[in-house]
């Protein structure tokens, strides 16, 4: 059984195919001025707020305007409790989120305002006060973590959670 690659480079894209004799294994189609945008932050603004979805439109400069919903405002927005989001946002307000999922058809990035900036050993969660450690380790270690993340001071409104490999 003979396998080929065929890759042809366009302008705007990459075509790879993997052919076994006359049949066609697999396809593959790479944009090459794709970039990935899940997990970048924004600095948006509010474009619309949707009562009926409990939504918001926010325009993060991709073209189209991200999906905010509700229980993703950011904390310190939205307080305490669940609050609907046209009590918490206005038109033309400024706010920060980060993208979560990538625009499909004719829908926009989903985007979140709970901000998390993962490390290698930890993951730093501005506007949170809580801080925890990752559930893979075993108790042994969780508890070992624990107490060294008591001693630790951290930036107020700062909080991490401890990876396995931590």
Not at 72 to 81: E, I, Q, Y
């Amino acid at each position: 059984m003979s396998h080929s690659i065929l890759i042809e480079r366009g302008r705007a894209e990459i075509r790879v195919a993997l052919v076994d004799e006359e049949r066609l294994v697999r396809f593959q189609v790479q944009p090459l001025h794709r970039t990935e945008i899940v997990g970048n932050l924004y600095r948006g603004v509010v474009r619309n707020v949707n009562r009926a979805l409990d939504a918001a439109f926010i325009d993060i400069g991709l073209g189209k305007d991200a999906f905010l919903t509700a229980r993703d405002l950011p904390p310190n927005l939205a307080g305490s409790g669940r609050r609907p989001i046209h009590d918490v946002l206005k038109t033309g307000q400024p706010v920060l989120v980060q993208a979560v999922r990538e625009a499909t058809g004719g829908k926009g990035t989903t985007v979140t305002g709970h901000i998390s900036l993962p490390g290698r050993y930890l993951v730093l969660v501005p506007e949170s006060v809580k801080s925890g450690i990752s559930r893979r380790l075993s108790d042994k270690e969780r508890d070992r973590l624990r107490k060294i993340l008591e001693n630790v001071e951290l930036p107020k409104g700062l909080g991490v959670i401890v990876r396995t490999a931590g």
